[in-house]
């Protein structure tokens, strides 16, 4: 077995993980063009597979995927949950080799997970994390895909927060933005057990009585709407937190995709038509990372 040290060392300690450092020229994906070219390349594989399925079939009968679906859930909820453990693991440990700095700047760590001193650098262990987790968007977007071959249905929602999300975590390596470290932590926290509770269903489990992904989607925007309220204050009580341009600009785009959540919400539980047209599978399809 894997002993906690061993473990230690793969999630922090490894010097591709210590030495990582954020380039456009050695970064793969790091580039504008790339995130453009891909966020504009995956709307259209999305639109043009909606389209070909209408034309190639007439009936909008779900086309079966087999175990692909509950593969796919599985595969998520093992990375999301490897990355909850490597940027959890590699925070503890950049906390304790630079809180000897942090206390010229009395910074806390609980600061530091909230605001990034001015003048941090994409570099180092929980970048590498966060450079995992923005990677991670691109596999997070196959459901899309699978969602409109099961479902016969292509969700204007999916698209802009696939494509959204994608260009958020560029954003922040790109800024090194403050509040991405905690932001981690709890979207790959929710993932590990949503994308777990869609294997469990998958493979014939009993599911839950209420909407599971649902409710889960919304604390997750809750926690991020709270946390967010604290990157403001703090922003203002130090002085200044690294890279708070992006993080007004991600949290405008986070409140869009909030809007859109609590519309859908709102409607699933009034019972409107909207809602019946759901039916059962509508609370998968709310989250949809």
């Given at each position: 077995?894997?002993?906690?040290?061993?473990?230690?060392?793969?999630?922090?300690?490894?010097?591709?993980?210590?030495?990582?450092?954020?380039?456009?020229?050695?970064?793969?994906?790091?580039?504008?063009?790339?995130?453009?070219?891909?966020?504009?390349?995956?709307?259209?594989?999305?639109?043009?597979?909606?389209?070909?399925?209408?034309?190639?079939?007439?009936?909008?009968?779900?086309?079966?995927?087999?175990?692909?679906?509950?593969?796919?859930?599985?595969?998520?909820?093992?990375?999301?949950?490897?990355?909850?453990?490597?940027?959890?693991?590699?925070?503890?440990?950049?906390?304790?080799?630079?809180?000897?700095?942090?206390?010229?700047?009395?910074?806390?760590?609980?600061?530091?997970?909230?605001?990034?001193?001015?003048?941090?650098?994409?570099?180092?262990?929980?970048?590498?994390?966060?450079?995992?987790?923005?990677?991670?968007?691109?596999?997070?977007?196959?459901?899309?895909?699978?969602?409109?071959?099961?479902?016969?249905?292509?969700?204007?929602?999916?698209?802009?927060?696939?494509?959204?999300?994608?260009?958020?975590?560029?954003?922040?390596?790109?800024?090194?933005?403050?509040?991405?470290?905690?932001?981690?932590?709890?979207?790959?926290?929710?993932?590990?057990?949503?994308?777990?509770?869609?294997?469990?269903?998958?493979?014939?489990?009993?599911s839950a009585c209420?909407?599971?992904?649902?409710?889960?989607?919304?604390?997750?925007?809750?926690?991020?709407?709270?946390?967010?309220?604290?990157?403001?204050?703090?922003?203002?009580?130090?002085?200044?937190?690294?890279?708070?341009?992006?993080?007004?600009?991600n949290s405008v785009?986070?409140?869009?995709?909030?809007?859109?959540?609590?519309?859908?919400?709102?409607?699933?539980?009034?019972?409107?038509?909207?809602?019946?047209?759901?039916?059962?599978?509508?609370?998968?399809?709310?989250?949809?990372?």
């Amino acid at each position: 077995m894997i002993s906690i040290h061993s473990l230690r060392y793969y999630l922090s300690e490894h010097p591709s993980i210590v030495g990582f450092r954020w380039s456009h020229a050695q970064s793969w994906g790091s580039t504008w063009s790339f995130l453009f070219s891909s966020i504009a390349l995956y709307i259209a594989a999305a639109v043009l597979l909606h389209v070909l399925l209408l034309l190639l079939f007439r009936h909008r009968r779900p086309i079966p995927l087999g175990p692909l679906p509950a593969f796919h859930s599985l595969s998520m909820a093992l990375i999301s949950a490897t990355i909850f453990a490597g940027i959890l693991v590699s925070s503890a440990a950049e906390i304790h080799d630079t809180r000897w700095l942090w206390r010229r700047s009395r910074t806390t760590p609980f600061q530091w997970l909230f605001c990034f001193p001015l003048g941090t650098r994409p570099s180092g262990r929980v970048f590498f994390w966060s450079y995992v987790y923005y990677l991670s968007r691109f596999l997070h977007a196959l459901r899309t895909f699978t969602a409109i071959l099961r479902y016969r249905k292509l969700s204007f929602f999916k698209l802009f927060n696939q494509s959204i999300l994608i260009f958020m975590s560029f954003l922040w390596l790109e800024f090194s933005q403050s509040f991405q470290v905690l932001a981690i932590l709890l979207t790959t926290l929710v993932y590990s057990i949503v994308y777990g509770y869609r294997f469990w269903t998958a493979i014939g489990l009993p599911s839950a009585c209420f909407p599971f992904d649902v409710n889960c989607q919304m604390v997750l925007l809750g926690c991020n709407l709270v946390c967010h309220i604290g990157v403001l204050l703090l922003h203002y009580i130090k002085g200044g937190c690294n890279g708070i341009g992006a993080w007004v600009f991600n949290s405008v785009l986070n409140g869009a995709i909030l809007f859109l959540a609590l519309n859908f919400y709102v409607k699933m539980y009034l019972g409107r038509k909207a809602a019946a047209r759901v039916g059962a599978g509508g609370d998968r399809r709310l989250v949809d990372e």
